[in-house]
């Protein structure tokens, strides 16, 4: 099945679904479109990463088990190359595939079965991300963050984050004194309202970390609290 | 310390580990009364020691014993063959001092009768001379006698005129006829011939084992007269003999014994050596390297043991293989169960949602049965996901995720979670918590599951009373109880409880849909922990659920910060 845009409604951003079973697709068209998404298609692994340069989408919905490609590897692939917020869908509920799919470089998940509600609210959180924008310049240690430009510097080299990464530093480096629990850091960067997976934080925070940190091993940006959370360094 | 009354220091020495307290330097003198109790103490806390060492020792002593089949073969040999030897040796020892002796003593007989028969000859007339002549007479036949030599090799001789109470000796040596034996000599002087073993010095004043012969010697004269002849043969070289060969057997003796011990422990060593690398073996296969072999050397009792080990080792590895790869189909088995059955589920559940959404545009029958459709699906996904879980466990794929974290907010997280559904049932939740953190290396998701499960059913079966929750810590364990004041449990039900598919009361309504898994579930999530999830309950008392864990993962629990059954019960309260 090549891509194919269908063009409705008041168009809140486009879409790429990346999934093999003909049902699901069309029927997260549907929610999707419902929503006011523009959605696109892919059922075929092997095609999605032409089809992602292609359509330029907004966010990719991106099922982990497909044939001719393994979704993890297209993750990993999409990341080289852009910074779009990706879910994935996953029917595993096993945590190691969960890790796996947020070190290849997904921003968060879904786990079916899930409801339209679950999905929207995270489609929606993620295209959210960098809409309010003040005029604002934080700095946790040597690392300078320039909001409004979403450009993160370290002795004036720029340090490409993803838009979720750079949400989880500044929300840690608006409040250097306090310390972020998980549940907290979820609420505030992911937009989750009730404790959902604390695995999302961990893993976003060790590739947050192997990015700003000079050693990944003892960080001075993004320091554990043990028991507790995390809190930035200090500035 | 200071004062060191006698009773005080008597109660003090009951203690056998002792520690050595200093003493002040300016200590007060002390009466000899004091001193001697002092050195009374001493003597019985050397005493006590002495015996606790040697005590000590000999259970060490035992305990090799009992621990090595090598020392205990090789002890015993050695004391066998020891015994064995000594006997032997002693025997041979004797038979060659006999025959060294015998053939010593035949030839000084020998040489002494035809030396009697030469001082007959010589002395045939003695008697009828005078002193002087007889003396001179004596010596020379000494001297002649002692020249001839003979077969015996050296010796002394000794000749004595005895005429009454008179006796004049002469003799080639002087010291011999002072170390001739009284009884020696009575015989002789009796008319017979006799022989004595003595210890005569020598030159050099040396006591030498000696063989002394004696004779009377016929003269012709009057009865009262006699010449009386000894002879001395000296058995120093017979003694410097029997000196080596006593030597030579005890240094065989000892060369021997220890020889054969030696064999002993060699021949045991490659007995036991084989067996302790079975043992070895067989302890690594247990420890789960299952591809442990031995190797098998020659055709013995010892290869077979080896041959057997490995066939076992093989049997053992095999069926494990097989089960893993069981357990292995298992796990994929529910892995694609889970992606195959979620994915169309995920397909039914969106669109039921979209129509659920809608059903205000329904008449009223299809509007009811979107409802319906919803909520069994929602059913449906618990159901499944619980059987999911447990075919997990079933499959040994559970993995547990600890990490560090405070247990106060994770409770309170739960409650939170769970306050519509007490909301509903008008039952109040009451919280315990300490004021400080109790931060504990657990697995959250698994915790607070094990969480919601509990206060779920408390609040299901607690008739609306008060459910309580309380946390407690000790250094080592955190505990969680939920106390209901419900219908309770028989012990019966408390028996069955965690059972799959177990329901208290099979007519009860169940207003939040359980699987029957969860309590199953919870069980395995504090098994996977370390921990323990118990129950207690009295039939009308409610019920109290208990989950404990290690504060530590991987640490063993050895009690609960918490009692199982709740410190106070109030009497039973009829309800209608």
Redesign the interface.
């Known amino acids: 099945m090549p891509p194919s845009v269908p063009s409705q409604g008041t168009n809140r951003g486009r879409v790429l679904v990346v999934d093999d079973?003909a049902?699901?697709a069309e029927?997260?068209g549907?929610?999707l479109r419902?929503e006011g998404y523009e959605p696109a298609f892919v059922s075929d692994g092997a095609r999605a990463v032409a089809a992602f340069q292609q359509l330029r989408p907004d966010l990719v919905l991106l099922d982990l088990?497909l044939p001719g490609r393994n979704g993890l590897q297209i993750c990993a692939d999409i990341r080289t190359t852009s910074t779009v917020p990706i879910v994935m869908l996953t029917?595993?509920?096993?945590?190691?595939d969960i890790v796996q799919g947020l070190e290849a470089g997904a921003d968060d998940y879904v786990t079916?079965?899930?409801?339209?509600?679950e999905?929207v609210a995270r489609v929606r959180a993620q295209l959210r991300r960098g809409e309010s924008v003040q005029a604002e310049s934080l700095a946790i240690g040597d690392v300078q963050i320039d909001v409004p430009a979403h450009q993160v510097t370290r002795d004036g080299t720029a340090i490409g984050l993803t838009p979720l990464e750079f949400d989880l530093l500044v929300a840690l480096a608006r409040k250097p004194r306090q310390v972020f629990?998980r549940?907290l850091l979820l609420e505030q960067v992911w937009g989750y309202r009730?404790?959902a997976?604390?695995?999302l934080v961990n893993v976003h925070v060790q590739r947050l970390r192997a990015k700003v940190e000079r050693d990944p091993e003892n960080p001075e940006v993004v320091l554990t609290v043990?028991?507790?959370g995390y809190k930035a360094g200090p500035p | 310390m200071s004062t060191t009354t006698g009773d005080s220091a008597v109660g003090d020495t009951d203690q056998v580990p002792r520690v050595a307290v200093p003493r002040p330097p300016d200590r007060p003198r002390r009466s000899p009364s004091e001193l001697r109790a002092a050195v009374r103490r001493r003597l019985r806390r050397t005493r006590r020691r002495a015996i606790v060492r040697t005590g000590r020792l000999i259970r060490r002593a035992v305990h090799a014993w009992r621990g090595s089949l090598q020392l205990r073969v090789g002890a015993i040999t050695m004391l066998v063959a020891g015994v064995l030897v000594v006997v032997v040796s002693l025997v041979l020892f004797r038979q060659i001092s006999d025959q060294l002796l015998g053939a010593k003593q035949r030839a000084a007989i020998a040489q002494s009768l035809s030396g009697v028969q030469y001082a007959q000859s010589e002395v045939g007339g003695i008697a009828t001379g005078d002193s002087a002549s007889i003396r001179s007479t004596l010596q020379r036949t000494v001297e002649n006698l002692q020249s001839r030599g003979g077969a015996a090799g050296d010796f002394d001789v000794v000749m004595v005129y005895r005429s009454g109470d008179d006796e004049r000796p002469a003799s080639s040596r002087r010291d011999i006829w002072a170390a001739l034996p009284a009884d020696l000599r009575a015989q002789v002087a009796d008319g017979s011939q006799a022989y004595r073993y003595a210890p005569v010095s020598d030159a050099g004043g040396r006591p030498v084992p000696t063989l002394l012969v004696g004779a009377p010697v016929p003269t012709e004269g009057q009865s009262g007269d006699r010449v009386e002849v000894y002879f001395a043969f000296p058995l120093d070289q017979e003694q410097a003999t029997l000196e080596g060969i006593r030597s030579t057997v005890g240094i065989t003796c000892v060369v021997l014994t220890l020889f054969v011990a030696g064999i002993g422990v060699l021949v045991t060593r490659l007995v036991v050596d084989p067996v302790r690398r079975a043992a070895g073996g067989a302890q690594r296969l247990a420890e789960g390297h299952l591809e442990e072999r031995l190797a098998v050397r020659g055709e013995d009792d010892l290869a077979r043991l080896a041959t057997s080990f490995n066939a076992m080792a093989d049997s053992l590895q095999r069926q494990i293989t097989q089960l893993e790869g069981l357990s292995q189909l298992q796990q994929r088995f529910t892995?694609d169960v889970?992606?195959e059955l979620?994915?169309?589920?995920?397909?039914?559940?969106?669109?039921a949602?979209?129509l659920h959404e809608a059903r205000e545009d329904f008449d009223p029958a299809v509007a009811r049965s979107a409802e319906l459709l919803q909520n069994e699906l929602n059913r449906f996904?618990m159901l499944l996901?619980d059987l999911?879980?447990i075919s997990?466990y079933d499959a040994g794929?559970a993995?547990l995720?600890p990490e560090?974290?405070?247990l106060v907010?994770l409770v309170a997280?739960v409650v939170e979670?769970m306050s519509a559904l007490a909301a509903r049932h008008d039952c109040e939740l009451r919280v315990l918590t300490p004021p400080v953190?109790v931060?504990a290396e657990v697995d959250?998701?698994r915790v607070g599951r094990v969480l919601r499960n509990l206060v779920g059913n408390a609040i299901e079966h607690g008739r609306g009373e008060p459910v309580e929750i309380t946390l407690a810590a000790s250094s080592s364990a955190a505990a969680i109880t939920v106390r209901d004041h419900g219908i309770g449990l028989t012990p019966a039900d408390a028996q069955h409880v965690f059972d799959r598919f177990w329901r208290a009361d099979a007519s009860r309504v169940r207003t939040i849909g359980g699987s029957g898994l969860g309590l199953s579930i919870s069980l395995e999530d504090a098994r996977l922990h370390g921990g323990w999830l118990q129950v207690w309950g009295l039939p009308g008392q409610g019920a109290q659920f208990r989950l404990t864990v290690p504060m530590t993962a991987g640490a063993e629990l050895t009690s609960s910060p918490l009692p199982l059954r709740p410190p106070f019960l109030p009497p039973v309260r009829s309800r209608s």
Not at chain 1, 91 to 96: C, E, L, S
Not at chain 1, 112 to 117: D, E, M, Q
Request: proline letters at 9%.
């Open positions: 079973d049902a699901l029927m997260l549907i929610v419902r088990m029917a595993k509920g096993d945590t190691i079916k079965p899930f409801k339209p509600v999905l629990t549940e009730h404790a997976d604390t695995r043990r028991g507790v | 892995s889970s992606h979620r994915t169309p589920l995920t397909t039914v559940q969106m669109a949602s979209v996904e996901s999911l879980e997990r794929a993995v995720e560090p974290q405070d907010p997280r979670g953190p931060i959250g998701r």
